[in-house]
């Protein structure tokens, strides 16, 4: 029997639904919050301040953070984060009831929900490798169905209740996020105890972060993956920054009207996670992931150009294809072909260089606005997205995707891998393409020959990335 027919664990269906049900109150304060600040001030710095804030713990803890997920039991860390942003949310709930909601309150909120988010989305990207026992075509399919139903339920259904909710009070949407994170916390509390990797020689953790980074930076396979969605994050942070502001003055349309923009960006990010492993069959990953950047950047550019609310929706709708796809293209992959034991720094590294320009391009675009108009971040958006196509395409190019798949095996065999592995310390010797490429000369391991023509039908020539727009939570 092969891996593309194995059924997923019962742990990953009580993970799916925490992570479902944690998105749906996402989606409702993703829709909220924006519109929250709006009817407290109309300044785009102002909201730049807020989106941005919540992605700063990246630039401050990401590295650090990853090295402390390595350490620690990856379920427990989950469960307690998640625990605790269900605590933290009462007070901005208070504070609206209570008629002293402000914009320093909120950005502070959204700061420490992103710290929390650090630890939460590291944990459950080395997690699921250990649940499904690091299985390619597992992981693909479990990113996919993650993939897809996160964005049914924090984009399709999670925005237009938001914006309902926030028809009845200012606090019901905080509410409505904060049980979805204590409902999390307790589904993530009952999963199975996962094996945690065999321990390393005990460093610092300022090293262990440090060799997590050289990973990264050393493999450009890894790299081009982590650049992706960095660059993304910078056009879509511009974007979203200023959509609330570019829907009222440009596109006419008020608060449910807004909600369903949103809704529609995620029907096409349903959509898209639907069709990635379609896209990773035909076209090969790394053709596809140049692809869904190419799709993104000129759905942005067609959004900057229109006054039509629908034609608006959907272009929204293409990106969020493109960029569902391309949440579902990148992750397994690096799940893939990263050791158990570095999956945290691995992962953390990623998401750090994803959220650390999510800021920049939260500030970029509220200048850009206040600066020219509201359409100019758009127009900047799908110019550099488009521009990075050139960048990253021969980083991620299926030669290097089959490549890494073929050495995933060797290099993550325990037996192959002695406990101080040289890829942990920053000055090893032995480079990691090198590692590589004895690994794929003298044992192809059971990925070999797998590719856009070879794959099984459950497989594809690679798995995902858990991106950014995902870059953040939503």
């Not at 200048?367 to 021969?394: E, F, K, N, Q």
Request: positive net charge.
């Amino acid at each position: 029997m092969t891996s593309g027919v194995r059924k997923l664990p019962p742990g990953f269906g009580r993970l799916w639904a925490a992570q479902t049900i944690s998105s749906l109150g996402d989606g409702v304060s993703h829709a909220a919050l924006p519109l929250l600040a709006l009817t407290l001030t109309r300044d785009p710095m102002a909201l730049a301040v807020v989106t941005a804030a919540g992605t700063l713990p990246w630039l401050l803890f990401g590295v650090l953070g990853g090295a402390l997920v390595d350490r620690w039991d990856r379920r427990r860390t989950m469960w307690v984060t998640d625990a605790a942003r269900a605590a933290l949310l009462a007070i901005p709930a208070a504070a609206a009831l209570l008629d002293v909601l402000s914009i320093p309150l909120l950005a502070t909120v959204a700061f420490l929900l992103g710290l929390g988010g650090l630890f939460f989305d590291t944990a459950a990207t080395a997690h699921l490798p250990d649940l499904l026992g690091r299985d390619p075509a597992l992981l693909e399919r479990a990113n996919s169905r993650l993939r897809g139903t996160q964005t049914a339920a924090s984009g399709f259904a999670g925005p237009p209740a938001g914006s309902s909710l926030l028809a009845l009070g200012r606090a019901f949407p905080l509410l409505a996020d904060a049980v979805s994170f204590a409902l999390s916390a307790l589904l993530v509390r009952s999963l199975p105890a996962a094996p945690r990797p065999v321990p390393q020689a005990r460093e610092s953790l300022l090293r262990q972060a440090r060799a997590g980074a050289s990973y990264v930076f050393r493999d450009r396979l890894l790299l081009g993956l982590a650049l992706r969605p960095a660059v993304g994050n910078i056009a879509f942070l511009a974007v979203e920054t200023v959509l609330a502001l570019f829907a009222h003055d440009r596109l006419g349309i008020g608060t449910f009207g807004f909600g369903l923009l949103l809704t529609a960006e995620a029907t096409g990010g349903l959509l898209g996670a639907g069709i990635a492993s379609f896209l990773g069959r035909r076209l090969g990953t790394g053709t596809a992931l140049t692809c869904t950047a190419v799709v993104e950047g000129l759905a942005i550019l067609g959004l900057a150009t229109t006054s039509n609310p629908y034609v608006a929706g959907l272009a929204l709708a293409v990106c969020g294809a493109g960029m569902g796809a391309t949440m579902v293209l990148g992750p397994s992959l690096r799940q893939a072909i990263v050791p158990a034991h570095l999956m945290g720094r691995v992962a953390s590294t990623s998401r750090m260089l994803a959220m650390c320009a999510a800021p920049f391009g939260a500030f970029a675009g509220g200048w850009l606005a206040t600066a020219y108009d509201v359409r100019t971040p758009l127009h900047a958006a799908a110019g550099l997205l488009l521009t990075m196509t050139a960048v990253t395409s021969t980083m991620t190019s299926n030669r290097r995707v089959e490549a890494a798949l073929r050495a995933a095996a060797p290099v993550d065999d325990p037996a192959a891998a002695p406990a101080d592995d040289p890829a942990d310390h920053p000055d090893h010797s032995v480079p990691r393409d090198s590692v590589r490429k004895s690994a794929v000369q003298g044992s192809p391991g059971p990925l070999a020959g797998t590719g856009p023509g070879q794959a099984s039908p459950d497989a594809g020539p690679g798995p995902a990335l858990l991106g950014p727009g995902a870059a953040k939570r939503r």
